[in-house]
């Protein structure tokens, strides 16, 4: 039985239809482990770690505030025309690395980084890839992780 976890989940919406596949996937494999699970909608994927530096910074030390054992970062990122794409992926993926290694923050990866909407999609479908349950997966493993090095 695992005890008691709370988990954010920050969702980037700029892909629409993708972000609800993704959560979808997390959802589902979240709720079969009986694992308590709160959303967080922003823009898009550069958004994503400050989102979850904010979400970690207000609930230190400040009663009344969730505090989360892990996060999922799910979001999509579509090679464009332009090199916009290189910044956003190299620099959300960075910057979650970052929280992950300093802070030993639990993060579950499922910022799809594709060329297409076909190879989006294969990946983000429940039916199969599942990205989202893959990253609530790992998320969930990172947090077992911590607690087995007794981190807070």
């Given amino acids: 039985m695992r005890p008691t976890t709370t988990i954010l989940i920050v969702e980037a919406r700029f892909y629409t239809e993708l972000a609800d596949e993704l959560v979808k996937g997390a959802v589902a494999a979240l709720e079969a482990e ?12 550069f958004e994503i770690p400050a989102a979850i530096s904010m979400a970690q910074k207000a609930a230190t030390g400040r009663p ?3 505090c989360y054992d892990g996060y999922i970062a799910l979001g999509c990122v579509i090679r464009g025309e332009t090199t916009h794409y ?25 910022i799809l980084t594709v060329e297409n909407d076909e190879q989006a999609w294969a990946r983000a479908d429940v039916t199969r ?7 609530a997966n790992a998320c969930l493993r990172m947090i077992d992780i911590r607690r087995q090095f007794r981190l807070p």
């Fill in 34 to 45: 009986g694992v308590i699970h709160h959303r967080l909608s922003v823009p898009g994927a």
């Fill in 64 to 66: 009344g505030l969730p």
């Fill in 86 to 110: 290189d910044y956003v992926c190299s620099e959300s993926a960075r910057a979650l690395q970052d929280l992950a290694t300093k802070q030993h923050l639990a993060i579950g990866y499922g």
């Fill in 129 to 135: 890839k599942n990205k989202g349950a893959d990253a």
